[in-house]
């Protein structure tokens, strides 16, 4: 009587070792073992079950689709606010072979819509030397494209296209206040992908060189994937609106992302825009200086009376600071192996407003036109002053010794 249950026990462990090796895995109860405990396992999933020549595949299925986090919201959000806007365009050019016939080239680069008369803003190398600009629309519908108006110097340019109904105008915001580590996304057609988007953060505000060697102030670094094809098109906030116009890749040769993309600032375009409207070409504004920045160890060597603001290389004649009495500097140094001028006036805001560096005094500048009358407080040896200077057109922005202004 006490072997019963014990022999009991080895009988059902016996039976159930007998039932899940030889019969549950392959046989009929297996569509039954694995209902049951993937029901215990995995709530959010069915099972299905698919028969055919190779035999029985069983399969695992989402029950139903998931639902978006808010972070994916975001993202979905910006993409459908902003891709109405954005454009494809392809201009063609003519080039000549090794015979010299004509042979057209294509180049694509993206845009955004700007208002509902379709002026479409985009980068100027996208269509430089352009015989023929098309624009495709996010519907699919091409456009033939007249250009209105170009800016070299900040690689911008002005598209018109007629007669295309329901255009979605991008919302334009203000690239002031931009915060390293601030989520941006960029839309456009990467290698004539259209309606790409790609998502990443503010990784620097810097000054650089444009793709024909044009200083951009103000640059917007970003780490989001732009490629070529992307240029024009708009980089995005977290609201889809424009703070910038993707232009540049650093790409050391690769022609493809490397995580380093660069972006004009929407400010700088709406001064741009402004001009176009106004006077229907740039005037850029100038004081026609050559400048160094000013940090707290370089004030200290120099015995300047601030840590901060653009100290005067030199005034180039007949410009606008030299016509109002600003001073270059008169005494030669080097900063590494670049020989420099100091001693010349060190300017610390203009029209009350402190310029403490480069893009400071880039930002001021973009709300002025070339005629305006702005009023500069500087420092003269020791000696706090202000001056009023009468800003000119923009001359040539290169010299060997720094940026003119």
């Given amino acids: 009587m006490k072997l019963r249950p014990v022999l009991l026990v080895i009988l059902l462990l016996s039976g159930f070792y007998y039932l899940t090796t030889h019969v549950a895995p392959s046989g009929t109860f297996a569509p039954w073992v694995h209902h049951v405990f993937t029901r215990a396992t995995a709530p959010d999933v069915s099972p299905a079950t698919v028969r055919g020549p190779m035999g029985t595949l069983e399969l695992?299925?989402?029950a139903a689709a998931p639902a978006f986090d808010s972070e994916e919201q975001q993202n979905i959000g910006v993409y459908k606010k902003a891709l109405p806007s954005v454009v494809n365009i392809t201009s063609t050019a003519v080039a000549f072979d090794f015979f010299y016939g004509p042979v057209p080239q294509q180049g694509q680069g993206s845009g955004f819509i700007l208002n509902k008369d379709g002026l479409i803003l985009t980068n100027n190398h996208v269509i430089n030397n352009a015989q023929r600009v098309e624009v495709k629309l996010s519907n699919k519908h091409t456009y033939k494209a007249r250009?209105?108006?170009?800016?070299?110097?900040?690689?911008?340019?002005?598209?018109?296209?007629?007669?295309?109904?329901?255009l979605t105008p991008a919302t334009l915001a203000s690239s002031q206040g931009l915060v390293v580590g601030q989520r941006v996304y960029a839309i456009g057609n990467p290698f004539g992908l259209q309606g790409t988007m790609t998502r990443g953060i503010i990784s620097a505000i810097r000054s650089i060189r444009g793709p024909e060697q044009n200083p951009i102030e103000d640059a917007i670094q970003t780490d989001a994937s732009v490629n070529p094809g992307n240029s024009g098109g708009p980089l995005l906030n977290s609201r889809g609106e424009v703070i910038g116009i993707t232009t540049m890749i650093a790409s050391n040769g690769a022609d493809q992302s490397s995580g380093v993309g660069f972006a004009i600032p929407i400010d700088t375009a709406k001064a741009v825009l402004s001009d176009f409207e106004k006077y229907g070409y740039v005037r850029r504004p100038s004081l026609d200086i050559v400048t160094l920045p000013i940090g707290p160890d370089i004030a200290q060597q120099l015995g300047l009376p601030a840590d901060y603001g653009i100290l005067i290389d030199?005034?180039?004649?007949?410009?606008?600071?030299?016509?109002?009495?600003?001073?270059?500097?008169n005494q030669r140094a080097y900063m590494g192996n670049i020989p420099?001028?100091?001693?010349?006036?060190?300017?610390?805001?203009m029209d009350g407003q402190e310029i403490a560096n480069a893009q400071d005094l880039s930002a001021?500048?973009?709300?002025?036109?070339?005629?305006d009358v702005v009023t500069l407080?500087?420092?003269?040896?020791?000696?706090?002053?202000?001056?009023?200077?009468t800003l000119s057109d923009a001359k040539d922005q290169q010299s060997q010794t720094g940026e003119q202004a």
Avoid: Y
């Avoid at 250009?147 to 329901?166: E, F, S, Y």
């Avoid at 001021?364 to 005629?371: D, K, L, S, Y």
């Fill in 340 to 349: 420099v001028m100091i001693g010349g006036d060190l300017i610390v805001a």
């Fill in 147 to 166: 250009v209105l108006a170009v800016d070299k110097g900040h690689d911008l340019a002005l598209l018109k296209i007629d007669n295309a109904p329901n």
């Fill in 364 to 371: 001021a500048m973009n709300t002025h036109h070339a005629g």
């Fill in 314 to 329: 030199h005034v180039l004649p007949n410009g606008a600071a030299a016509r109002a009495g600003l001073r270059g500097g």
């Fill in 60 to 62: 695992t299925e989402a």
């Fill in 377 to 389: 407080t500087i420092f003269r040896g020791q000696k706090r002053m202000d001056v009023k200077v």
